[in-house]
Structures are given as C-alpha cells and as structure tokens.
C-alpha cells in the first residue's frame, strides 16, 4: 500500500509462458498488495507458469475474448478485490515493472487519476528496437488525435497504465471494443469524464518474445483509433452521443 491505498496490478495475459516469470519477479510487491492475471485461452502454458509463481488471482477464458476482453476482466476483478490503484502491465516483458512505484505514488499523492508511461517522451522508442512504420504511424495518430480531442499527450498507444479506482468507477469501459482499439476508447472516455493524465518516460524494448501486431491488424487498429477520435469530437461539439460516453 501506499497511503493506505491498495495497489493492484493486472496481468492481460496471451500466450505469456516466456516472459511472465520475468516480469512478475521485478514487481515490487513492497507496495503491490495483489495480481490479478487473466489468460486469454493461451495456446501455450502461460496458466500452468502463473500457477507456479503462486498469483493469488488467475482466471483463464474459456475462449479467447481479445485485447479489450482481456482488460475488461482484469479490471472488474481488481474493483471487485477493492483495489484504489490499478496498474495495468503486459506480462511479454516489453515494458518494465520498475516504473510501477513512480506511477502508484502519483495517483497515491492525488496529483493525477491516471498515468500512462510513455515510449515517446525522450529519444528510446527507434533505440529500443520499435519497427520504423509502428513509430511513424504512432506520431501520426497521435497528432491526429491531439488536434481532434484537443489534448497534448506524447502518445495513446502505450499498454502501460496505472488508474485510480475514481475513474474505474466513472468510465464504462465494459461498453468498450473487447478489440485493440479498447485502449483508445477508454482514453476517449478519461478525457470526456474530465480526468487528466501524466506520462513518464518508459524505456522500449521490442525482442521476439514481445507480443505485436502484425500489419493487417495494425492497419485496422489505427483506422479504429481515427474513429474514436472523431466520435470524440463530435461528441463535444454536441453531434454524438454513443453508449462510449455515457
């Protein structure tokens, strides 16, 4: 805990097996009081792994659900075990687990509701091994989504995220895509409930291991953030009023 603020990290897990272990071995479990890992019907051992490691919380779908399924599970499991800050953290080891105090003390000292760290923010995301394309399609939306939901973060697409249990409770993130774009929407419905954002530099790291998509389903996640951005705006501006901002 931190400020007597319970602190629970959130494992989306698809076929994790190689790099899990790795990665819950370097959260710092002198402030995480719980893990929550859900296994997205894995076609490897990623369950069998987490049962070794003794995680308290694991829940395996009968069927694979997706990216967005996967978080949606992850954070009703975290407000069901009364957590008041979840960090939400890929087991493939692409971001590190070191970063987890910087981003609960933010939240625990009232400064921000959410945190996102950042691959952008410095020079490491094209030293860390990010393919050229990911890192120009990623600058592009990002711009895009700027100008349309009038913010000025350095990037949207990062899978590092800390949130209080305020915005939990406010956002109806089960409304959301169980797809890629679940991401993004939920970051459309923290700026349309008025919460604001910090970012803090994340160091990159792309290997074999590390999950990513591939280009086809690059290309339909980036077509379904442009969406989001414009549904956002059009919502502000009076136009749209979807069941993501209700």
């Known amino acids: 805990m931190i400020n007597n603020q319970k602190i629970v990290v959130v494992l989306p897990a698809y076929n994790a097996s190689k790099t899990l272990e790795q990665t819950y ?9 719980d893990v929550v ?3 997205d019907n894995s076609l490897d051992n990623t369950s069998e792994v987490a049962n070794r490691l003794e995680i308290k919380h694991i829940i395996k779908h009968d069927k694979n659900k997706g990216y967005g399924g996967n978080q949606k599970t992850c954070y009703n499991k975290a407000l069901e075990l009364n957590a008041d800050i979840v960090i939400m953290l890929h087991p493939d080891y692409q971001y590190t687990p070191k970063l987890i105090h910087s981003m609960s003390y933010i939240i625990a000292n009232g400064l921000y509701d959410v945190v996102i760290a950042s691959r952008i923010l410095g020079k490491g995301a094209l030293k860390g091994g990010m393919p050229l394309y990911k890192y120009i399609a990623n600058r592009f939306l990002t711009l895009t989504q700027n100008i349309l939901m009038n913010q000025k973060l350095s990037e949207y697409h990062t899978g590092y995220r800390a949130f209080s249990k305020k915005v939990l409770q406010t956002v109806k993130y089960n409304n959301n895509s169980d797809d890629f774009v679940f991401d993004n929407e939920f970051l459309a419905q923290v700026f349309d409930k008025n919460f604001e954002i910090a970012e803090i530099t994340c160091p990159t790291k792309y290997f074999e ?5 591939n280009l086809s389903r690059s290309i339909k996640y980036g077509l379904g953030v442009l969406k989001v951005s414009f549904l956002y705006f059009i919502n502000k501006i009076g136009l749209y009023k979807g069941k993501m901002f209700q």
Not at 25 to 33: A, G, L
Not at 209 to 213: D, L, P, R, V
């Open 25 to 33: 071995n370097e959260i710092p479990f002198d402030i995480v009081d």
């Open 37 to 39: 890992l859900v296994d």
């Open 209 to 213: 291991e590390a999950s990513s998509i």
